[in-house]
């Protein structure tokens, strides 16, 4: 994400057009838009500061915001919010502080009194996508596309192409469930080129249209589009950068060593910060450490500063150094309150504060409030309810903010189908948050002694997450126990340390719980963890045994695809061997977690030529799975499918998911999802083995 300063300075230049003929004499409106196409606010402020009407100072609020001055903005904005132009730059001020309900309100009053005005329009899609509330940011951006004015036409189009430029090519993981849209690419090309051609002298759309090409692998292209913004910005980094990226993926790496060391004597701290970047990329590591170490020192409170701060504190994470992230991470907060960053930061916050019990509940508590104030989205709301829960600290606080992170995630994944790939991907993630809510709910009941309220929110939590998730378990566990039923306390212990992926600070509760229940049932302590790897041993052979008996029993569909080395495969062509046949994408994070165990299963079976392995991609990205392709290195055919055809002959509606058909030609097996129980290698051996067992179902 950009920073605020080209977050709005993108398109003030759409207001100036129409107030020119209002303007005091000593307004320079032409002085300003040229100022504004150049990345420039400062001098468009200048040009605006005589401003008078409501217009204009619509127009210095916003170029008061891209120049940093917060406070003045606000205040310009406010004097102005009667129209139009000042209903629009106040909500866009109030988002760029994170005060999303201030500026939707600001926007439900300018369209209220401006039914269908596309400045405002404009400004609403560009509020709604920094909430992610994407189909509605798309909507109300597409209405401002068609005004009539060129420059909230090529305000609305570059926004449009901001959201497919992301949606497109930089998803993938950005959200738990969210992949890549292969389909949203072209869009985002289209968007940024109409953009540049509504408003010819303004750089941003070449910057955009540069990052896109160069994500789709047109690096020349890419580098022509930079250089155009540099004509128009010189001083601006993002261009500069990208310019660079484009040389290096061109193979021209003495022109970027050339560049970076003439724009590191700038003066301009947005250009330094430009060769810092460009240091990185050529991996120089110490002349970027001084380019940092001297942004800091003089420009401390730029954006680059502040992107120098926070990756300072994202190192100070990856090392487990707790104090330190809670020290740089909270003096961040502080210096710089309104950067693009601090979801990044908080979240490395969040993190050293689970792991350092000692810190101060009020500080803890504050620090949620925050971040919340920034971040108003499910992530924000539940991790602000577990840490308040983890210190049993303002526990009615932490159930509200569980609620409110319910109502935020179903109104997200809504707003953002699209970006789940498959029908069964977003339903999963609304399972997911809704167990999330429930668990976070119910605990906090039981730390309040409400035991009834907790037993039903537990409950629910435990159907949510199919009784395989170990924290739920782990709750469960506790409020049995507190209830006096130690048996099925000891169950949801037992069960919350068999599956796999268990939490350490879960591991550890549950086991002592257990133990404690162990001696007050009875037994000896010496003997507790005898029993307790017997107890996961007969666990694990019980739901192999269970497994074994989920027969499907139908003939499998005719399959007739192209492997992806062109050969032709046809499924009915294998009766007479054992199939495995296993759906996945390469965008899939479940997929891509199993696969090395999927095909160490094959090199078990290997030599025997009545066992086929066949995989089945759903990727619509080519070129993505072939690069997958070359990174796995499979020793087995796969095929090239779609998500449509998976879901109309198997009925496929998430990855992965496998079938053991047996040697008449009947899927015998299924497993949908990955092994909960780490188990992938061992679950694939025992459908295979039963099924060369028992090569014939039995009616």
């Keep these: 994400m950009i920073g605020t300063s080209r977050w709005v300075l993108v398109t003030i230049g759409s207001l100036l057009l129409a107030v020119g003929c209002q303007a005091a004499p000593e307004v320079d409106v032409e002085l300003a838009r040229q100022a504004l196409d150049a990345s420039e606010p400062q001098r468009a402020v200048e040009a605006l500061s005589g401003a008078r009407d409501a217009d204009t100072l619509g127009a210095l609020a916003e170029a008061r915001l891209a120049a940093g001055a917060y406070d003045d903005a606000l205040e310009t904005a406010e004097s102005a919010a009667d129209s139009a132009a000042g209903s629009r730059a106040l909500a866009l001020v109030h988002a760029a502080r994170f005060e999303s309900e201030p500026a939707l309100a600001a926007l439900d009053a300018g369209l209220a009194a401006n039914p269908g005005d596309a400045g405002v329009l404009a400004a609403k899609g560009r509020v709604l996508w920094q909430l992610k509330q994407t189909s509605s940011a798309i909507e109300a951006l597409e209405q401002a596309a068609n005004a009539a004015d060129p420059h909230v036409r090529a305000e609305a189009q570059y926004w449009l192409g901001r959201i497919y430029l992301f949606r497109g090519w930089q998803s993938e993981g950005a959200f738990p469930g969210w992949h890549e849209e292969t389909e949203v690419r072209a869009p985002a090309l289209e968007a940024f080129r109409a953009a540049a051609e509504a408003r010819p002298a303004w750089y941003a759309p070449h910057v955009g249209l540069g990052t896109a090409l160069l994500a789709d692998g047109d690096a020349a ?21 990208g310019r660079w990226r484009a040389l290096d993926a061109l193979d021209r790496t003495a022109e970027i060593e050339t560049e970076v060391a003439d724009t590191a004597g700038s003066a301009d701290v947005r250009l330094l910060d430009a060769a810092r970047q460009g240091y990185v990329l050529l991996g120089q590591t110490a002349e970027a450490d001084a380019l940092a170490a001297r942004i800091v020192d ?37 210096r710089y309150p309104y950067s693009a960053r601090l979801t990044d930061v908080y979240g490395a916050l969040f993190s050293a504060y689970a792991a350092t ?7 803890v508590a504050a620090a949620v409030e925050s971040n919340i104030s920034h971040r ?15 210190r049993n600290a303002n526990v009615p606080r932490s159930i509200e903010l569980a609620e409110a ?19 069964g991907k977003s339903s999963s993630a609304l ?33 949510l997450t199919h009784g395989l998730d170990p924290t739920v378990q782990f709750h469960l566990g506790e409020l049995r126990r507190e209830q006096g039923n130690l048996d099925q306390a000891r169950e949801h212990y037992l069960t919350a340390l068999t599956v796999d992926r268990v939490p350490e600070p879960v591991r550890a509760a549950a086991t002592a719980s257990l133990e404690e229940v162990h001696v007050e049932l009875g037994n000896e302590r010496p003997e507790f963890e005898g029993y307790l790897t017997r107890e996961l041993e007969r666990r694990d052979g019980e739901r192999r045994a269970a497994m074994l008996q989920t027969l499907v029993g ?16 046809d499924l009915q062509a294998q009766q007479g061997k054992i199939v495995m046949l296993g759906f996945f994408a390469s965008w899939c994070g479940a997929c891509r977690a199993e696969m090395p165990q999927i095909q160490e299963a094959q090199r078990q079976y290997a030599d025997d030529p009545n066992v086929e392995f066949v995989l089945v991609s759903v990727d619509d990205d080519p070129e993505r799975l072939a690069r997958y392709m070359e990174e796995r290195q499979f020793a087995f055919p796969v095929l ?60």
Excluded: C
């Design 221 to 241: 292209a890419a580098l022509a589009s930079f250089d155009q913004a540099i004509e128009r910005a010189p001083n601006l980094a993002a261009a500069r950068v």
């Design 298 to 334: 003089q420009f401390g409170d730029s954006p680059g500063a502040a992107a120098i701060e926070a990756a300072r504190i994202a190192e100070a994470s990856e090392a487990d150094d707790h104090a330190a992230v809670i020290e740089l991470a909270s003096a961040f907060a502080e």
């Design 357 to 363: 019990p000692s810190a101060p509940v009020e500080e």
């Design 376 to 390: 108003p989205d499910a992530g924000g709301y539940f991790a602000g309810a577990a840490l308040l829960q983890s």
């Design 405 to 423: 992170g319910l109502t935020a995630t179903e109104r997200f994944i809504d707003e953002n189908l699209p970006s789940y790939k498959m029908e």
């Design 431 to 463: 399972e997911r948050s809704r167990a999330q809510a429930a668990d976070l709910i119910g605990w906090g009941y039981f730390l309040q002694s409400d035991l009834e309220s907790a037993e039903r929110r537990l409950v629910e939590a435990e159907r």
């Design 554 to 569: 139908q003939p499998a569909p005719d399959l007739q695809l192209t492997s992806t080395s062109g050969e032709p495969f």
């Design 640 to 699: 090239q499918g779609d998500r449509e055809m998976a879901a109309e002959s198997f009925s496929v509606d998430n990855v992965p998911a496998t079938f053991y058909i047996d040697p008449q030609g009947t899927v015998r097996y299924e497993a949908r999802g990955g092994s909960p129980f780490g188990e992938s290698v061992d679950r694939v051996s025992w459908f295979i083995e039963e099924l060369k067992a028992n090569p014939v179902a039995q009616p």
